[in-house]
């Protein structure tokens, strides 16, 4: 091939050809097409595939149609052989035969609900460009605009924008569909604008972001749903006839479904097969639509909640939706995730923190909870300093009445019994620590019990005051309303400045119910726009404060992980991942986490044993292995803890530190899981969470392994690390490990001269003056073989001796392994 025509190809990310738009990343191939009607056929999503000029494309993309199907609608006369309901669609209508789910529902003003879109024009923009001129994908969602064709010219090196503008027929409603295509991340995300270009209002019912069309329906859906504590469980269905409907109503994006899903042919696995990973960036109620119609084609739809949400769209006004996000891979769902993390990191986390490595935490909360004063606080910071913390947090409870949480949400002020000397005194004494100081707020709530709620009920979404529904004994404010914006933005401006605060920890604790905005009853608008415009209004508040506090590491919070998503993200580089602290259960929330979301916006903290949401006692050591996997702190009251713990935790932190830019930056594999469906032979079937993280110049790895129960007789374990390098030479190593005599029992009385009686205080003497060696690993290898063979640990304890060479492996037991190119 001329070499010339070669580069130019490379670099062309979206072209035209006849008729047909090819959209490119590095990777993969989009293509849609302009049918005789006007309407536009969603061709291809997969696999990056050739496209040149001169050849046909559509040729081999497009479906062929030879006879009227069956009792079906037909487009037109000229036309009858088009049934939309046999023809993949990137924008569907309704009404027209596509008797498929639409992506728009409204209803114009003579009540037709119609809606046939046909194309007018297009434009390629080399950047990023959208209607406000931003150059990236925060999640925007603007008040309407009149500029739909005044873009401001911004650009973002890596990205093209095509904008697609259509025209609904017979109607005064036009929409743009604009296309970024993220080149080295493989991702497209698609923005949808509608606009009303008559003068009476058209009131909107539904508008989908994300649309993709697919000819067959054979997939695996993957979306991942849980509860408070128990969030992103993978749950996984074979699609058939019918359809799947997921989303949340919470208001909020929710632990109930997370919007990030994937579809995958049903033979795909970790690392092969074709892989979709799509989600929004957006964090109110939304919904994910996914059906196979009379022909077995599929649709996915994916935006806002359509329940409860209606917009009236006035004459002259825009419409904007969330930005839809999609990638594909056909290296499994591993593939997947390496195009959503980049994605996610290099382009929508923003701001200093995006790129730059989290220092390790101390965390109030499950040390203290309510119960904080400054001598307290202080206790636990002396002690979190002489084990090499970086940053120490004061969780809930510093302000107002708030010893319980039944007070004083609203009143942002300091409680000088419990801080006499305020913020400033206690963050000053932390820094003479060594360690920068942060905190938490919830600024979007108030507790009926605060001055804030006597002197303004009307800034709170409720209909009946008397009589609404109570969660966590606290009311949204209405951020609809730009004066509840101001004061929320004025007042955490300045607990934000009232000391040397380095973190902020921003907490979100309830569902939104009732819901209803005074301000709009206010405005004469719609209550269906509430949630929509909320986050619009949280979304204004985020972006200010993170621009006049630019220095500070924010961290979202929603109960846990009550509202993870890429709207949140745009804005804050982390979230706090669960309140669910125990490491066997972290481990399966991370996992999941980690097919959408990259390891650094997860925080995850060790916390004590037992653990205080599951009662669960597991070894110090799994809880630091799982935790090192996320933004990564502690959460226990380190002032109570005894010298042989506090020693274990300082060289922890000495680990992480060493290998703190693998975890942060490195690439993250899932291998064996929970779910077990890649596991062969009894001890793994679901036993095992197996995950590599590796640098990005594939020199350092680090693994984990950890074992859900003990197997008796089954001394043989590999670990099967990937994304090394095949023919270098690495060297594998452990944490050289010491046991614990206690993990025995009497069994300790088979080497003992002297009898000893289990519990007894000489057996715990024992214990901690005599610590037997443990295992060693110690092995050099080349990649290939690593990876494909295997890497056998050392023979576990399997009830019939033990020796230095033992790896003793527990109930909830787990090891780290570091890999290490050689040279
Ligand atoms: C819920 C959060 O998830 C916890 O970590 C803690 O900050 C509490 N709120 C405080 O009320």
Known sequence: MDRKFEILEERILIQKINSTFVLNTEKTTYAFRVMETGQLEHLYYGAKIRSMEGHETAGILVERHAFQPGTNVILDPDHDTFTMNDIC???????????????????????????????????????????????????????????????EKKTVAGVQTLNIYL?????????????????????????????????????????????????????????????????MEKADMLLTSGGYRGGSRTGNSS????????????????DTGLVYGMNLIYSGSHEEAISVNIFGKTRVLWGIQREGFTYRLDGGRIFEAPEAVMTVSKNGYNGMSHNMHKFVRDHVLTGKWAKKERPVLLNSWEAAYFKISESKLLNLAKAASEVGVELFVMDDGWFGERNDDKHSLGDWDVNKKKLPHGIKGLADKVKKLGMSFGLWVEPEMVNVESKLYMEHPEWVLQHIAEDHAEGRNQRVLDLVNPEVQKWLIETMSKVFSSGDISYVKWDMNRNMSDIYSPYLKKEGRPQGETVLRYMQGLYACMAELTKRFPDILFEGCASGGNRFDLG??????????????????????????????????????????PNHQTLRVTPLETRFDVAAFGSFGYELNLADASKDEKEKIKSQIETYKKYRSVFFQGDFYRGRSYQGNLSNGYELRGNLMEWTVISEDQRTAVCLILQKEQVPNMQQLRLYPKGLLENQKYHFTNIPQRVNLKMFGDLVNTVAPVHVKQDSMTHNLLAKFVKPDGETEDLYAYGDSMMENGIPLSPAYSGTGFNEKTRVFGDFTSRLYFIQATN
């Open 89 to 151: 669609q990137e924008l569907s209508g309704s009404g027209r035969g596509d008797t498929g789910e639409a992506a728009i529902e409204l209803i114009f003003p003579d009540g037709c609900q119609t809606i046939d879109w046909i194309y007018d024009k297009f434009e390629i923009q080399d950047g990023r460009h959208d209607l406000e001129g931003k150059t990236l994908p925060g999640a925007h969602v603007l008040e309407e605009k009149q500029r739909l064709e005044e873009n």
């Open 255 to 270: 632990a109930d479904t997370n919007p990030f899903f994937m579809l995958a042919r049903p033979s795909a696995t970790e």
């Open 568 to 609: 949140i993200l745009s804005y804050f580089p982390q979230i706090w991942g669960s309140d669910d602290t125990d490491a066997i259960c972290r481990a399966e929330i991370q996992n999941g986490y980690s097919y959408g979301y990259p390891l650094s916006c997860v925080s995850a903290h060790v916390s004590s044993a």
């Open 167 to 231: 025209k609904a027929k017979n109607e005064n409603l036009t929409a743009l569909l604009q296309y970024f295509v993220w080149e080295d991340s493989n991702v497209i995300t698609r923005k949808l604008y509608l606009k009303n270009t008559g003068e009476q209002p058209v009131e909107i019912r539904k508008a989908m972001s994300g649309q993709l069309d697919f000819a067959d329906h054979d997939f695996r859906l993957s979306s991942f749903h849980g509860a408070w504590t128990r969030e």
